[in-house]
């Protein structure tokens, strides 16, 4: 049997590819690759043959394809799994091909590197010990205000991947869930040279987005609810009966 691997590919700068990824792209049997014109340009760029069959692989077509890629697996071959950027799977395609082979019982591993998540976490100076990733919020305003307001409680540090058309609207929804006081950072334009991260409340946050607002891929980290905050929006899980036990 052949192993299914996953790969993390460059978020933006190329010194980023690990070697391992680069021994894949040119010996795996099979590349599947969320858009096979971005994997043959990451080789080119990266000085390399693609030495195996290209096939694509992307959100529309990941649940048909996954058994077809896994009999290919089945009978030997190393298959290589990549998307646009980062770790496949996050937010990304990925997910059902792993799922599937775990049912068939057939080896899957990962290459790992870049990701957008954790290299925003590790530079936005919030606490890194408990976090959660929150993938994109919802692009309807009234989905995404409902969102925020179930995180309000959320105690651990925050990740949101973000585009440049809705950054203004959702920081306007996080102050209004999350107030103006919290601790957050905007990380855009990552490992490339025009990265940038702005530090600060979520209210100077909001007011640099207006004053000078940014371009490029983002990632929104915002520090989780105080004890009191948590306590505050949290829902009471006590009954009447309870409360009325709690009064006397
Ligand atoms: N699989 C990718 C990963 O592991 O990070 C994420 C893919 S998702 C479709 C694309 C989103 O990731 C962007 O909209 C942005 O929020 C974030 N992202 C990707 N590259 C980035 C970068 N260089 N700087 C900031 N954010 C980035």
């Given at each position: 049997?052949?192993?299914?691997?996953?790969?993390?590919?460059?978020?933006?700068?190329?010194?980023?590819?690990?070697?391992?990824?680069?021994?894949?792209?040119?010996?795996a049997d099979i590349v599947a690759a969320e858009d096979t014109r971005r994997l043959y340009d990451l080789a080119n760029r990266l000085h390399l043959h693609v030495g195996g069959s290209v096939i694509s692989y992307h959100d529309h077509n990941e649940r048909d394809k996954a058994d077809d890629i896994l009999d290919q697996v089945e009978s030997g071959a190393c298959v290589l799994v990549v998307s646009d950027a980062?770790?496949?799977?996050?937010?990304?395609?990925?997910?059902?091909?792993?799922?599937?082979?775990?049912?068939?019982?057939?080896?899957?591993?990962?290459?790992?590197?870049?990701?957008?998540?954790?290299?925003?976490?590790?530079?936005?100076?919030?606490?890194?010990?408990?976090?959660?990733?929150?993938?994109?919020?919802?692009?309807?305003?009234?989905?995404?205000?409902?969102?925020?307001?179930?995180?309000?409680?959320?105690?651990?540090?925050?990740?949101?991947?973000e585009t440049l058309h809705r950054i203004a609207d959702s920081i306007d929804d996080v102050m209004d869930a999350f107030g103006p006081h919290r601790r957050m950072a905007l990380c855009r334009e990552l490992t490339k040279n025009y990265e940038q991260i702005r530090r600060g409340t979520v209210d100077e946050i909001r007011q640099s987005i207006i004053d000078d607002p940014p371009r490029g891929e983002m990632v929104l980290v915002i520090e989780g609810a105080s004890?009191?905050?948590?306590?505050?929006?949290a829902p009471s899980s006590l009954s009447t009966e309870d409360l009325a036990v709690l009064a006397i």
């Open positions: 049997r052949g192993t299914l691997v996953l790969a993390a590919t460059p978020i933006g700068n190329m010194f980023d590819a690990s070697q391992r990824l680069k021994l894949l792209i040119e010996h980062g770790m496949p799977t996050i937010n990304d395609p990925g997910l059902a091909v792993v799922r599937r082979a775990i049912e068939r019982g057939l080896p899957v591993t990962c290459a790992p590197g870049p990701s957008a998540v954790l290299d925003a976490l590790a530079l936005s100076g919030l606490p890194t010990d408990r976090f959660c990733y929150e993938g994109f919020l919802p692009r309807r305003h009234a989905e995404r205000v409902q969102h925020l307001r179930m995180l309000q409680s959320e105690q651990r540090t925050m990740v949101f991947y004890e009191d905050e948590a306590i505050a929006a």
